[in-house]
């Protein structure tokens, strides 16, 4: 059974930085695309970014551009989410999601993965 899970979360001050990750059990990450979601409260769940089976990746929040990396090392069926000049509207539950091989496009919602992790705290506050 597949399963994900998350961890790295935490509480840091504005402009700090944290890595997630994402670990991966029940096959082998090569064979899966990895997204990052994240739902702040009162929030829908937003779709940050993904790393295709074949380690590319792509952004889907404009607001993390420049300052959130995406990468993977299926050796370690781990995938990372560097956050660098982290912002209070950064705060959320972050989510790590998984599908078949390949990232959505364009736009991205949660109904595009099928095995999602339990979520992680981040926490931007001085």
């Known amino acids: 059974q597949l399963q994900l899970v998350e961890s790295g979360g935490g509480l840091v001050q504005p402009g700090g930085s944290l890595r997630l990750s994402c670990v991966l059990s029940?096959?082998?990450?090569?064979?899966?695309?990895i997204g990052w979601f994240r739902q702040a409260p009162g929030k829908e769940r937003e779709g940050v970014s993904c790393?295709?089976?074949?380690?590319?990746?792509?952004d889907y929040a404009d607001s993390v551009k420049g300052r959130f990396s995406i990468s993977r090392d299926n050796a370690k069926k781990t995938v990372y989410l560097q956050m660098n000049s982290l912002k209070p509207e950064d705060t959320a539950v972050y989510y790590c999601?998984?599908?078949?091989?390949?990232?959505?496009?364009?736009?991205?919602?949660?109904?595009?993965?099928?095995?999602w992790g339990q979520g992680t705290q981040v926490t931007v506050s001085s």
């Open positions: 790393s295709h089976s074949s380690g590319e990746s792509i």
């Open positions: 999601a998984s599908r078949f091989r390949t990232c959505p496009r364009a736009s991205v919602f949660p109904i595009d993965f099928a095995t």
């Open positions: 029940g096959s082998i990450l090569d064979y899966y695309a």
